[in-house]
């Protein structure tokens, strides 16, 4: 007993197909890819150009493609549903009026407007949003209109939130002390810098400085009771400066403030200021 096997002529290529090739019980048959049609040999394939035939149901001009074909239409108007017919584009003629974006649909044609703006009532004209207008924007603080929209800005010592609305406070002494040298005050207007008592602030507002130097007669001192070394320069702020800090004789500057001294044969009264000889 024998057993006789079909041959696959599809398998082998000894079909002879110029594209598909589709096995059948003890046979074979050719066909071609979407565009071609199969030749009279049932083998070959050949270019079918749905265009060659009433203008490929195109209203316009027909472009033959590989996968078969496709319609256009010439300037001024545009493809309906169908693929084929063609309709007037407004759009193409002066924007269809509108004075921002026009947008061509089926028989007809639409209006908008850019972020920012809103579409007027003859729908085509188009006009400033002012968001700002309606509940401050949802603005916490200050609101900007701006051409694509507004913005949310904050007062000095806050910040804007992660929502582009809100403010919180920014504690600006919370990072390296404000950049003051001494002291950070926290404002509802931002920081402050102040200094210890005996500085002053600088210009530049977060130094402080001990004062300006004074070259002194050393011997003056050299009798004082208050014992202040009498080889040492003696640094004054402010206090010392104007009215001579209250002192009926020297003001002498130190860390925390001033303080006044006598010269030998006086004693400081009480209210630290006064000598009594």
């Given at each position: 007993l024998r057993t006789f096997f079909a041959?696959?002529?599809c398998r082998?290529?000894?079909d002879g197909c110029a594209q598909i090739c589709t096995n059948t019980p003890g046979n074979y048959t050719c066909s071609c890819e979407q565009g071609y049609e199969l030749m009279a040999d049932e083998h070959g394939c050949e270019g079918n150009d749905e265009c060659g035939t009433g203008n490929g149901g195109c209203a316009y001009r027909c472009i033959h493609t590989q996968s078969g074909h496709r319609c256009i239409c010439r300037l001024g108007f545009a493809l309906m549903a169908d693929g084929h017919g063609c309709e007037v584009d407004e759009c193409a003629t002066n924007n269809g009026g509108c004075a921002h974006n026009c947008t061509k649909i089926p028989g007809a044609y639409t209006c908008s407007c850019r972020h920012g703006f809103v579409l007027m009532p003859?729908?085509?004209g188009c006009k400033g949003n002012n968001e700002c207008a309606t509940e401050n924007g949802g603005c916490a603080h200050f609101c900007a209109h701006t051409q694509s929209g507004h913005k949310c800005t904050c007062r000095r010592g806050f910040i804007l939130m992660a929502d582009g609305h809100g403010c919180?406070?920014?504690?600006?002494?919370a990072t390296e002390n404000g950049g003051c040298a001494h002291f950070c005050a926290h404002t509802q207007t931002g920081h402050r810098c102040t200094c210890r008592r005996g500085f002053i602030l600088m210009a530049d507002g977060h130094g402080c400085e001990g004062g300006k130097l004074l070259h002194c007669d050393f011997s003056v001192?050299?009798?004082f009771h208050d014992g202040e070394p009498s080889n040492k320069l003696l640094l004054y702020n402010d206090e010392c400066g104007t009215g001579n800090g209250g002192c009926t004789h020297v003001c002498i500057h130190n860390q925390t403030g001033h303080r006044c001294i006598c010269p030998e044969g006086f004693i400081l009264m009480a209210d630290g200021h006064s000598c009594d000889g």
């Open positions: 041959e696959d002529e082998t290529n000894t003859d729908e085509h919180e406070c920014n504690d600006e002494c001192f050299a009798n």
